[in-house]
């Protein structure tokens, strides 16, 4: 079937990517083709070499690798038994090792990487090794692949920072096929507008913690990822909608006959992809400027989450691609918000992949001239592949065509007819810095916010005020030193149900940070991720309480009304933030905070870069048409 024609405006953003990465891409991909070598790799390798990779293997498996006929799959997981999103992945290997040898394939559990869970360490000191811990995942990938004895890997993992690591780690090995394998949503359990509302009152002491434990257990209750539409189901998108997954893989329930036949056929597909057969499929040529700039219409066309305007960019960086918020802006500008999913609507995921979920959503986007269709993945050549569903008829695992229409419109809805014309991610500018908002779960009425300023140097210092009954008034919270370098950029969670009840009362009130919000953050207007943060000469740093500031996410600005005549004379303000540098392991991260790149950059704690100054295609196109 032929796509729609292209939206001009996506064909001019992915040009100005490939315009604005072509040394850097050229540059990756000539490593990568220099890697791939003739035959398997472990007919390179020493006797001495061989052996070792080889000796624990049992009979039948070592006489293959031997041999050097069969291809070896790498298996690199993040499974432990505390995250309900990886627990299910502790079966996963002995299925995957089985479906290889019937595909003619050996597999090795080549190396397991650290896995943290935001929910568990939210408003907690471990929250600030988060964000770092993506750039380990992504070392510790290297480490298991260092072995340089495979021909595939098979990614194992789920949640906010592990996919993105996963994923780098796996890019700087690109010449190898690689196939994510993921374990699916928990099953649904009470309404998110329930928990919502439990933690409103709790947060005004109308209810008690054994009320708030409750309501949070019977939500996170079971195996599998959280069912709101956050980082870790952001990530399970873009690896769909990237050509990463097998088709339909993201969101099946975990320890179902389905999900156990899905992880079996990922295992026979990455047999099937390696450079020993016909059909090679190397990483390297799957992520490429389309596919990252089809990862972001997802994520508008979803209302995804806000951490993705970090790990986007550090995941094309690592493909030797350069992208940054003028590319979200532009595309949000045209995709229209097709998903209502929590925190953007009542529904959960398992709701979303019921109304037609990712098939619905990529054929009707291909359909619409909204994605890049010409593109390689693992399951084949076009992103066609992906407007099918997986199904088990008579026990064999099969594929079918995407309903043709939304089975629950509430939930899921044509481009044609979307919930909104845009996808609901902004980029903000002016004398505060760049930052991004997520307007998606935001109501109109609230999406502009102009009052003082309410400086606080933690989330902590906000909670405190509002216990105190100081914050029942319009303000704008300024919460700073929250960025990489300071104290390794957590999320700032828990000041949503203080502002939401505080908003709910009828105040005018915004947030404005240098630290992170997630896919959760809410409905308050927030101006996020503010780049150059306070610790690398932000100018948030000069801001003061009773500065008036402005927040329009409808004109993309944020600023603070001081005359420049004063502004440029304040000095920044200087906090001490020795607290952040002990504790909890954190001292063993302090040269990821002093190396750390800015939000916009990746927040990568390696190869940081400077961002080359771009041209707003929409504006470009308002000027050439004058």
């Not at 502009?448 to 216990?467: H, L, M, R, T």
């Not at 500065?547 to 502004?567: M, Q, Y």
Request: contains cysteine.
């Amino acid at each position: 079937m032929q796509h729609a024609q292209l939206h001009p405006v996506i064909a001019a953003v992915t040009q100005r990517i490939v315009t604005r990465s072509a040394p850097l891409r050229s540059a990756y991909l000539a490593r990568m083709k220099a890697a791939k070598l003739a035959g398997t790799v472990r007919s390179h390798m020493s006797c001495t070499n061989l052996a070792h990779a080889f000796a624990a293997a049992d009979h039948d498996d070592k006489q293959q690798l031997r041999a050097g006929r069969w291809p070896n799959l790498a298996i690199v997981s993040a499974y432990n038994d505390m995250l309900s999103a990886h627990q299910p992945l502790q079966h996963y290997p002995e299925i995957i090792k089985q479906a290889a040898r019937k595909a003619g394939a050996v597999a090795q559990y080549a190396g397991g990487v650290p896995a943290m869970c935001d929910g568990v360490t939210q408003g907690e000191p471990g929250m600030e090794l988060s964000l770092f811990s993506r750039d380990v995942i992504a070392m510790a990938t290297a480490v298991a692949l260092s072995h340089n004895s495979f021909d595939a890997v098979l990614c194992l993992g789920v949640c906010d920072k592990i996919v993105p690591g996963l994923l780098m780690g796996a890019l700087h090995f690109g010449h190898l096929p690689v196939i994510f394998v993921p374990a699916g949503p928990m099953t649904s359990g009470i309404s998110n507008d329930a928990k919502a509302k439990t933690r409103q009152l709790y947060a005004e002491g109308k209810v008690g913690r054994e009320a708030l434990l409750e309501s949070e257990a019977a939500s996170y209750h079971g195996a599998g990822t959280c069912t709101f539409y956050g980082t870790a189901n952001s990530n399970q998108m873009l690896m769909e909608i990237m050509g990463l997954h097998l088709p339909g893989s993201a969101f099946i329930n975990p320890y179902t006959p389905l999900r156990d036949a899905l992880t079996a056929a990922a295992a026979a597909r990455a047999a099937k992809i390696t450079a020993l057969g016909d059909e090679y499929r190397p990483l390297c040529d799957i992520v490429d400027e389309r596919s990252i700039v089809n990862g972001i219409i997802g994520l508008h066309a979803t209302g995804g989450s806000t951490n993705h305007t970090i790990h986007m960019v550090a995941i094309a960086r690592a493909a030797g691609i350069l992208i940054n918020w003028d590319d979200f802006a532009d595309l949000s500008a045209v995709i229209p918000l097709m998903a209502k999913v929590y925190p953007n609507g009542k529904a959960d995921v398992n709701h979303f992949h019921a109304a037609g979920g990712m098939a619905y959503l990529i054929a009707n986007l291909l359909d619409n001239g909204l994605l890049h269709g010409d593109v390689e993945t693992v399951a084949g050549h076009g992103l066609r592949h992906y407007a099918q569903e997986p199904v088990l008829v008579d026990g064999a695992l099969s594929w079918r065509d995407a309903p043709a229409q939304s089975l629950d419109d509430t939930i899921l809805r044509p481009a044609s007819a979307p919930f909104s014309a845009d996808g609901g991610l902004r980029l903000l500018t002016g004398n505060l810095g760049r930052s991004v908002i997520k307007v998606s779960s935001v109501k109109p009425e609230h999406r502009i916010v102009e009052a003082p300023a309410i400086v606080f140097d933690s989330q902590e210092a906000v909670q405190s005020a509002f216990k105190r009954g100081e914050l029942k008034r319009d303000f704008v919270a300024v919460v700073r030193f929250q960025g990489p370098r300071a104290n390794g950029m957590p999320e700032l969670h828990k000041l949503t149900p203080a502002l939401g009840v505080l908003q709910d009362e009828g105040f005018k009130v915004a947030l404005i940070t240098d630290g992170r919000m997630s896919g959760a953050s809410g409905k308050v207007p927030a101006a996020i991720h503010v780049t150059p943060e306070c610790l690398a000469g932000g100018p948030l740093a000069l801001v003061r309480s009773g500065d008036i500031i402005r927040l329009d996410a409808e004109t993309g600005e944020c600023f603070v009304r001081v005359p420049p005549s004063e502004w440029e004379l304040r000095s920044p303000s200087v906090v001490d933030t020795s607290g952040n540098e002990h504790g909890m392991g954190r001292e063993l991260f302090t040269n990821a905070r002093l190396h750390a790149a800015g939000a916009e950059q990746g927040a990568q704690i390696y190869a940081p870069y400077e961002m080359p100054q771009t041209v707003n295609v929409l504006e470009a196109d308002k000027v050439e048409a004058a």
